[in-house]
């Protein structure tokens, strides 16, 4: 069961990324802040639901959201500060963006950098709080339709089903073509 909220007498936001373990594309963040009497039924971790389940929630969570925003770093940010730091930059850049300001940031994860705001950091937070959960799949969503546009472009590497994380067949594309300009050069591509 999730929880509405950590404070009942503060505006939250829930912070959430996804794509830090892909070897190609950006990693994407969503902030989000729900009223405090938002259900669904279906609401959970991103990682929990499946892509249509996920698909439909986007468009409830971003129509009865107080506000919400998604925000990418792309590969090459990626590999000029790390992955970490470029999560962390993809977070700050949602929450900057909200339309109203939180008084307490909900992070999913047991780290984040800090902000003028203050941060309270939930392990498997996507999994406890409704707020990171939406903004989990806010930031799957997004991620995973960008990664489609980008599989257009490039259609031999798969990232329609991969979505750049590294499966065999997007191991073994890479292997074959060599890496496209969208792959993070200082991740470990293949194995060694």
């Not at 405090?36 to 990682?47: A, E, G, I, R, Y």
């Not at 892509?51 to 940010?77: C, G, T, Y």
């Not at 406890?128 to 989990?136: E, F, G, L, T």
Request: proline share 6%.
């Amino acid at each position: 069961m999730l929880l509405p909220y950590l404070n009942s007498d503060k505006i939250e936001a829930g912070c959430d990324e996804a794509g830090r373990g892909c070897l190609a594309g950006p990693v994407t963040a969503a902030a989000v802040i729900l009223p405090h009497d938002f259900n669904h039924p279906l609401l959970n971790d991103s990682k929990k639901l499946a892509e249509k389940q996920r698909q439909l929630l986007r468009p409830i969570i971003m129509n009865e959201a107080i506000a919400w925003e998604v925000s990418f770093v792309d590969h090459l940010k990626i590999d000029e500060i790390n992955i970490l730091n470029a999560s962390f930059l993809a977070m700050h850049l949602a929450v900057d963006a909200l339309k109203t300001t939180p008084e307490l940031l909900l992070i999913d994860g047991n780290r984040f950098k800090n902000h003028a705001i203050p941060h309270q950091c939930i392990v498997k937070g996507d999994g406890k709080i409704k707020s990171i959960a939406a903004a989990s799949i806010l930031a799957k969503t997004f991620r995973d339709d960008f990664m489609c546009q980008l599989a257009l472009e490039y259609p031999g590497y798969h990232w329609n089903k991969n979505k750049g994380y590294p499966t065999k067949i997007h191991r073994d594309s890479i292997r074959a073509n060599g890496p496209t300009h969208y792959h993070r050069k200082t991740f470990q591509l293949l194995p060694r």
